[in-house]
């Protein structure tokens, strides 16, 4: 009774302003305004004592009145409406008052706008609360997408994954054959280009809990297309695409970027859109996809031309590292091993973490060399002691690959002149030697 009473009070009081203070104008007119000020008090005391049955009324006398008076008008307005209906007894009162939270999302972008989310709103309550109706809220949430921007700049992150989460429910609620699917694959390059562009946004912000959500919501997506994401089913439908648009940029990077990402590398589909979006547009990634694939294929010549040009247009010292230590790679199986040496020795300026790794390579490469550059009659391998310094200096800088490294310093010493026939070849142990051939570099002699 006493809370009934302070409630008159308040509308008294309110209405005494609104009547005097005609510069708060709620509505379309100072009635509007007096009316807005008294229903809103009364709806937000029921409100809060979660009695919605008794604030349904006032809450839609404040949306007539005033519907732009405040967007908290319709977030409580969808909650009085959703306990309303949780509590009706009949399918007809249930299907009333979700009707009604329905169309309180077209009042809302018709006073606050932000179209795309509200959309979205209304396509994630269809989905909960109308389980069955999976075609509508797949169409829903297209429709959010096509008003959301190019980039999905006006749609929140949130529901990008929702929106391929819907599609799937949809195909699989019709049990969609595989020529029925490219909605799904429509529906995640969408999903998966926008939240790319929101991380780029993030990241230029430095807004680390924005990242963090992101990246949940590429995971979200990356789970929702792996039942399909085999190359058998991807080729398929992204071949489809190059063939109808085998110039289109766009097209070429969607491509080249899905099936990077599913390990589909290996495709003629990947070398044939890579191929031709360097030819459209020759990047660092590009140029680099190239030299990999080419290397693959074993045509190490060409691959060794597209790897130096990814280092010479990369602005990144991690990518450049990446280029420079495959080509170098590549340039040891030409059997250019001082070219090979070179671009080794080169890698670390880029990525100093793979320093260890390099002087492993280039030990090989002198271990592998150690009978052709031999003096003596052959008898003195002279790389194996070169090879054993650089295998001793990769062991200490990358303990990682202390056990390979270990390996081939137990090869290079069984190369070694034994005492015994030390003075034949007119050396001595620890005396400095100069190793000829390719390598033309010095060492010291060791014995076993």
């Known amino acids: 009774m006493k809370r009934i009473v302070s409630v008159a009070l308040m509308i008294v009081v309110f209405t005494t302003i609104a009547s005097k203070v005609q510069a708060q104008n709620f509505g379309a007119t100072p009635q509007d305004s007096i009316d807005c000020i008294m229903n809103n008090s009364l709806y937000i005391e029921f409100y809060n004592q979660k009695n919605y049955k008794d604030a349904y009324e006032p809450w839609k006398a404040c949306i007539k009145s005033c519907p732009k008076q405040s967007e908290n008008l319709y977030i409580r307005g969808r909650n009085i409406l959703l306990n309303l209906m949780a509590k009706a007894t009949t399918p007809a009162d249930q299907q009333k008052y979700f009707n009604e939270v329905l169309s309180l999302y077209d009042k809302r972008i018709e006073s606050f706008g932000d179209t795309a989310n509200n959309i979205a709103r209304k396509a994630q309550d269809i989905a909960k609360y109308q389980p069955n109706e999976k075609l509508k809220a797949f169409e829903m949430y297209k429709k959010a997408v096509e008003v959301g921007g190019a980039k999905g700049e006006k749609l929140n992150d949130e529901f990008k994954p929702l929106y391929l989460k819907a599609c799937f429910d949809y195909l699989s609620s019709i049990k969609a054959k595989e020529d029925e699917m490219p909605p799904l694959f429509d529906a995640y390059d969408y999903a998966a280009d926008a939240l790319d562009y929101s991380l780029s946004q993030a990241k230029a912000a430095q807004d680390d809990k924005s990242i963090a959500k992101i990246q949940s919501y590429q995971g979200m997506i990356e789970s929702t297309i792996e039942p399909f994401a085999s190359c058998e089913k991807i080729i398929p439908m992204y071949q489809a695409k190059y063939d109808k648009n085998p110039k289109d940029i766009e097209v070429l990077r969607k491509i080249t970027t899905v099936l990077e990402k599913k390990g589909c590398t290996s495709s003629q589909l990947f070398f044939s859109a890579t191929e031709s979006l360097h030819k459209l547009e020759p990047t660092a990634k590009s140029a680099m996809m190239m030299g990999q694939m080419l290397a693959a294929k074993k045509q190490y010549r060409e691959a060794a031309t597209y790897l130096q040009e990814a280092m010479d247009k990369s602005t990144d010292n991690e990518e450049k590292g990446k280029a420079c230590f495959l080509r170098a790679n590549i340039l040891m ?59 001793a200096k990769a062991k200490a800088l990358d303990p990682s690959i202390s056990g390979k490294c270990q390996a081939l310093m137990n090869k290079c010493v069984s190369q070694w002149p034994t005492k015994e026939n030390a003075f034949f070849y007119q050396i001595s142990n620890g005396q400095s030697y100069t190793v000829g051939c390719w390598i033309g570099e010095s060492t010291t002699v060791r014995l076993r």
Not at 359 to 375: F, G, H, N, T, V
Not at 380 to 387: E, H
């Open 333 to 391: 199986q030409l059997n250019e091993y001082a070219a090979a040496r070179s671009a080794f020795y080169q890698v670390p300026h880029y990525d100093r973490s793979k320093e260890g790794e390099c002087y492993y390579m280039i030990a090989s490469m002198y271990l592998s060399s150690a009978a052709s550059c031999a003096s003596h009659e052959g008898k003195i391998r002279g790389a194996s002691w070169a090879a054993y310094d650089k295998a």
